[in-house]
C-alpha cells in the first residue's frame, strides 16, 4: 500500500488555471486552462485573468481529481501559488484552496511561484524514472518576469547570486516581437522564426554588467535601433528579414544567459545545472544547454515542456516537500505580488 501523501497543487499565479495531483513526486494528473482573450490586447489584461480564473477554477480542479483517479478525500494536503504574481488572479486561486480546505478538513501550504518552478525537476510520471537532480545544484529561472542564477542547496534553501537589473529574457523577447508586429506572447514566435533564420545576420549589442547580474535593456536598445535606422532605407525591412532578426535575437540573449552561467558553474565548481521557466521552452536555449553538457562536462536538466509554463504540477511537488517538513500555513496569509527567490 502506498502511504505517500497525496497533494493537490493549485495555480493562477497569471493567465493559466491549473491543478494537479501528485502523490509523494510523482505526477497523477495536472490540468491546465489557458486563455486567449489576451492575444487581442498583445498582453495579460489583470480584470479579464482574474474573472476567467474565475469560471475555470472549479472545473479544472474537479478533471484533475477526476484523472488523478481519487476523491477529495484522498487528499492530505492543498498545495495554492501565494504568489508573486497578478493580485486578482491569485485571490481566486487563494480563495478557492482556503475554501476547499475548510470544507475537506485538509491542511493548506503555501507556495511561492518561483521555487515551484525551480523544483519542477523532481516530478517523474508514471513508467518514468526519477532523475532529480543532486543537491546542489545551479538553476537558470528564466521568463518574462525573471532572470536570475539559483544555487539550489535544498528544497527550502535557494541563493540567487545574479538577476536582472532591468528587464528580463522572457520580457526581452516580447517587447521586441511586438515591435515587429509578431502578436503576443512573443518568445515562442521568435523562437519559431529563429530556427529557418540566420542567426549571425545581425549583430546587437551585449551587456558588460559585473558578477553574475543580468541586463537585456540595452540589447532591446540595440535591436529598436537597428530596426529604425534599417526602415528608413527599407520599408519592407522588417517583413524582408524576419527569421534573421528574431534568429539573431534569439542567439544574442542565449550567449549572455550561458556567458553568466558558465561563470558561475566555473567558479563555484558546481557541474549540475538546470533551466526552469518559461523561457525554458526555447529550443535554442535547450540546445545551449545541450551543447554545454558535451563540451563542460555539465549534468545538465531540462524540464518537459508541460512543466515550463506556468502549471499546478510544480506546486504540487514543491507544496509536497513543504507538508513532509511539516510546514502548513494558517488560512488567513494573504496572496502577494512581487518577491523574489
Excluded at 502578436?183 to 549589442?205: D, E, H, Q, S, W
Excluded at 547580474?213 to 529598436?224: E, P
Aim: net charge negative; proline share 5%.
Amino acid at each position: 500500500m502506498n502511504t505517500e501523501p497525496i497533494i493537490l497543487g493549485i495555480e493562477s499565479s497569471c493567465d493559466d488555471t491549473s491543478a494537479a495531483v501528485v502523490c509523494g513526486r510523482k505526477l497523477l494528473s495536472n490540468v491546465i486552462a489557458s486563455q486567449a482573450v489576451h492575444s487581442a490586447y498583445g498582453g495579460v489584461v489583470p480584470e479579464l485573468a482574474s474573472r476567467a480564473h474565475q469560471q475555470n477554477i472549479v472545473p479544472v480542479v474537479s478533471e484533475a481529481i477526476k484523472r488523478a483517479g481519487i476523491t477529495k478525500s484522498d487528499i492530505d494536503a492543498i498545495g495554492f501559488t501565494r504568489g508573486p504574481g497578478l493580485l486578482g488572479s491569485l485571490l481566486v486561486g487563494n480563495g478557492f484552496a482556503k475554501g476547499l480546505s475548510m470544507s475537506i478538513g485538509a491542511p493548506l501550504v503555501e507556495v511561492n511561484h518561483l521555487h515551484a518552478h525551480v523544483l519542477a525537476h523532481f516530478l517523474y510520471e508514471e513508467g518514468e524514472e526519477d532523475h532529480a537532480p543532486e543537491f546542489p545544484y545551479l538553476c537558470l529561472l528564466v521568463s518574462g518576469g525573471n532572470s536570475q542564477i539559483l544555487v539550489v542547496k535544498s528544497p527550502f534553501d535557494m541563493e540567487c547570486i545574479g538577476q536582472t537589473i532591468d528587464d528580463a529574457a522572457g520580457e526581452a523577447f516580447d517587447k521586441c516581437a511586438k515591435v515587429m508586429g509578431l502578436g503576443y506572447p512573443g518568445g515562442p514566435i521568435v523562437n519559431k522564426l529563429a530556427n529557418i533564420g540566420n542567426a549571425k545576420a545581425f549583430t546587437f549589442a551585449k551587456p558588460n554588467v559585473p558578477g553574475y547580474d543580468y541586463s537585456f535593456s540595452g540589447l532591446k536598445t540595440s535591436f529598436l535601433y537597428t530596426l529604425r535606422d534599417e526602415l528608413e532605407k527599407d520599408a519592407n525591412f522588417i517583413e524582408d528579414n524576419k527569421a534573421d532578426l528574431c534568429a539573431s535575437l534569439q542567439s544574442t540573449v542565449i550567449d549572455i544567459l550561458m556567458k553568466k552561467l558558465r561563470k558561475a558553474s566555473k567558479d563555484l565548481g558546481i557541474k549540475r545545472v538546470a533551466v526552469a521557466g518559461g523561457v525554458s521552452a526555447n529550443t535554442g536555449l535547450r540546445a545551449a544547454f545541450e551543447d554545454h553538457r558535451d563540451r563542460y562536462g555539465w549534468n545538465i536538466f531540462i524540464p518537459k515542456f508541460a512543466y515550463t509554463t506556468d502549471n499546478a504540477a510544480m506546486v504540487a511537488v514543491t507544496a509536497q516537500f513543504k507538508y513532509l517538513a511539516g510546514e502548513t500555513c494558517p488560512l488567513n496569509l494573504p496572496p502577494f505580488a512581487r518577491v523574489t527567490v
